[in-house]
């Protein structure tokens, strides 16, 4: 069958299977970190309370694993486990009271896992390691495949108790079904092996034994991966056939949709900003094509107008959108009434989203303060204050925007012409330009909040006491500190210098990264598209270290490879020389202590800046009520910006 386009609108109601959701945006499941001893935790709900009053349709939860063979990560929801149902009642009673569906993802994450937790042997279709953990797995008999097959049944019909509206079961990134399916990873003989339709027996069976338990009262949905990404993995013919055969079984109520494997490929199932919108919605849209069954696209959507053109081209029955309703709780309710100029945009930055939780902390947002902290509840007002805010940075741009939302008196200074700071500087970047978002946002919301603008302001404690605040919040950001062995060198200049065109390094050109983020790589990739010959050097073992967490990592070496940027890596600056026809650059090795020379045209440096404080000291002296936040407490990451400018604000 086929089906086209049929101008469908996000506030259009769908039904799906015994239940009608209110319109087409939905909270799709990933990972918090929030489960404490396996169970739903307080700041479970509040999460997705909060979700749910912002308006989407469906909420589908975290994974919760249906064996005790399973256990990934730390923070896991045990489903096995009888004792969570009163954690189930308590998280769908809270989602219920806002007209938003929940379900449950169900899920065995089979070899991509860890045996630390459990002291157990994997469980895979094949003695296959995943390329990431390493562990050779245990083959599943038939005796395994039915404990499996009764597990997620029987977790089913406890999410059912639970009060969840059904459940999802998880065939996709990090799951045992995906496994089966994937010529790679499932070399067997039997009866679950072979051709597709025997690879694909054990999801349909598992299919079927949810349905019996859950009946028809209840959704049950399945989420396919249409590309993974591996050699050997599952493609977009194999899951057209096996979304047919899923609607054949009639078991099912809908389909969800991913791309990429949750290790080896995991840069295309959470996509960093350098990634287009829209990457993945061939999946969804080759599988709409070929089956009645209601359809959720995902893929980097983070702007109404996105959301409108998969639904009204066709591609998609749903729109799935995770870290734009984390960056914006309100993110379905803004675009269903039209305030798609209000919402807090998703910039794709992974830093402490996906870049958190794989370091086993709990999920937060860098642009949105309390993403994760829900449960905290909201602050104290305060009386009304007059305050001034010095710098109009993310700090200090969070801090007026949170204290103007509280009813005080707000005027923010900023030297310069436009506010954002050193964001409004790494944007200019290839590839970092959605960083933009995370201040033009805060200024828009500024100004609706009444705050008063004075820009190009030459502050000093003078001009401060004129104004007369009750409270100053210092938001001064850092400067650039030149390291000692660059000397007395004009061929040395910082990364902000490039950004902000007060530096033009041309030929050849070394950049010095001391810090292993986007500082030195992103800067690098701006050289060589201005015809630089770029080299980049770093004590690290690799180039843009911190960069794996966000999962820019991968993009940024097939980039720096096509635009033959070299790397030299586990080396530090021992000193540079200036000569007629360039800078001897001295580059010693870590462990060997060899020193080696590069010559170069201009050497540019990402390395470790200061506060710019001095106000914050002056003002302190002369006993004025000041706040220090951001990079002027100490040079950190946008997040501890934000968190910062909120805070002080919160806390008046």
Known sequence: MTRTGTGTVPHATLRIGPVTLRNRIVFPAHLTNFSVDGSVTDRHIAY?????????????????????????????????????????????????????????????????????????????PSPEPDPLFREVPRVVGESEIAELVAGYADVARRCADGGFDGVEIQCSQASILRAFLARATNRRTDHYGGDLAGRARLLLEVVAAVRRVLGGDRVVGVRLTGHDGTDGGVGIDDAVQVARMLEASGDVDYLNTSVGVATETLHLVEAPM???????????????????????????????????????????????????????PDFANRVLSGRGDEIRPCIGCNQECIGRVGLNRPISCAVNPHAGHESDGPAAIAAPQRVVVVGGGPAGLQAAATAATHGHSVVLLERNRH??????EAAVAPHRAELLGAVTHLDAECHRRGVEFRMGAAVDVRMLRALAPDVVIVATGARPRRPAWAGSSARVSDVRDVLTGRATPSGRVLVADDLGFHQATSVAELLADRGC??????????????????????????????????????????????????????????????????TVDAVVVAAHQEPVDELWHELSECGTRVIRVGDAVTPRRLHAAVLEGDRAAREL
């Open 48 to 124: 997705y309370e909060a979700r749910a009053r912002g308006g989407a349709a469906m909420i589908v939860t975290e994974e919760h694993t249906v064996h005790p063979s399973d256990r990934p990560y730390e923070k896991l929801i045990r489903g096995w486990d009888p004792d969570v149902v009163t954690g189930y009642r308590r998280l769908t009673d809270a989602v219920h009271r806002h007209g938003t569906r929940i379900l449950a993802q169900l899920n065995h994450n089979g070899a991509q896992g860890t045996s630390m937790y459990t002291g157990w042997p994997l469980w895979a």
């Open 274 to 328: 350098s990634t287009p919108h829209g990457y993945s919605l061939f999946v969804p849209d080759a599988i709409r094509a070929a089956v009645s069954l209601p359809v959720v696209g995902v893929g980097r959507f983070t702007r109404p107008e996105q959301v409108g053109a998969a639904l009204s081209d066709g591609v998609c029955d749903l729109v799935g959108a995770v870290r734009a309703q984390i960056a914006d």
């Open 419 to 424: 506010t954002g700071g050193q964001i409004r």
């Open 533 to 598: 010959a770029v080299t980049v050097c770093t004590p690290g073992m690799v180039v843009g270290q911190d960069l794996g967490p966000t999962l820019e990592l991968d993009g940024w070496l097939r980039r720096a490879h096509d635009k033959r940027i070299g790397r030299v890596t586990g080396v530090a600056v021992g000193g540079v020389v200036d000569l007629p026809d360039g800078t001897e650059v001295a580059l010693v090795h870590h462990a060997t202590g060899e020193r080696t020379t590069l």
